[in-house]
């Protein structure tokens, strides 16, 4: 069964240091979607992209963070320049017309 | 804008019985999708069973069922037999149903569920 693939599953970095997040959704799907999730706290939406380009954000997704789809497969997620309270879980999920998929999630620690 | 409520931060049960999650939502739409996701120590989010607004059917998924009151804006999890591995934080989750780009997901804050041998 097709699935969301993410890497890597955990980054460490130094605050004020740029990550990118990456994610492969299931290839036919059309939409796409970030979603961060705080240790021991709720799975919390970021952002959501269609046809290159976001369709929706939330507060959470300020100027430190944007969304590429570089290649027609790769999605990822970069964060400009980390703070302490940016480690948390975050996830990649796509969908085509249904419910949506999630992919394992990367483990951001910033230090 | 929507919420989805969980008001059971931690239930458990023993293993064989039957336990059951709630959730309650609020919204002014009239087409959506709502969710069960399970969260596992490791931390993947596993689907577990899906309702669409507009089907009076409660779904069911094996052991897993749900108890779909619309009026109420009531979503509720059952759980039957409860197994050892069932143990996790299980999110409840809610979708406008318009799909397109705004499909994304508003979740509950938890029910972490322990099943005692």
């Known amino acids: 069964e097709p699935e969301v693939t993410q890497t890597p599953s955990h980054q460490v970095t130094q605050m004020g240091q740029e990550v990118i997040l990456r994610c492969v959704p299931i290839s036919n799907h059309l939409y796409f979607y970030w979603y961060r999730q705080i240790l021991g706290q709720k799975v919390e939406f970021l952002v959501s992209f269609y046809n290159n380009e976001i369709s929706e954000k939330s507060e959470i997704f300020d100027d430190q963070f944007s969304v590429e789809r570089p290649d027609g497969s790769n999605f990822t997620l970069k964060i400009r320049s980390t703070k302490l309270e940016d480690s948390a879980m975050y996830f990649c999920a796509s969908r085509s017309t249904g419910r949506p998929d999630f992919g394992n999630g990367t483990r951001l620690t910033v230090t | 804008a929507q919420t989805v409520t969980q008001s059971q931060p931690e239930m458990s049960v023993q293993e064989a019985e039957t336990v059951t999650l709630s959730c309650t939502y609020d919204t002014s739409e009239n087409n959506y999708y709502l969710f069960w996701y399970k969260q596992p120590p490791s931390r993947q989010m596993i689907l577990v069973i899906r309702q669409e607004a507009y089907k009076q059917q409660n779904a069911t998924e094996n052991r897993f069922s749900v108890n779909f009151q619309k009026a109420a804006k009531s979503f509720s999890l059952k759980i039957s037999d409860s197994q050892l591995g069932d143990t996790a934080m299980y999110f409840c989750?809610?979708?406008?149903?318009?799909?397109?780009?705004?499909?994304?997901?508003?979740f509950g804050k938890g029910t972490k569920l322990s099943v005692k041998p």
């Open positions: 989750a809610f979708m406008k149903g318009n799909g397109g780009s705004q499909g994304n997901l508003i």
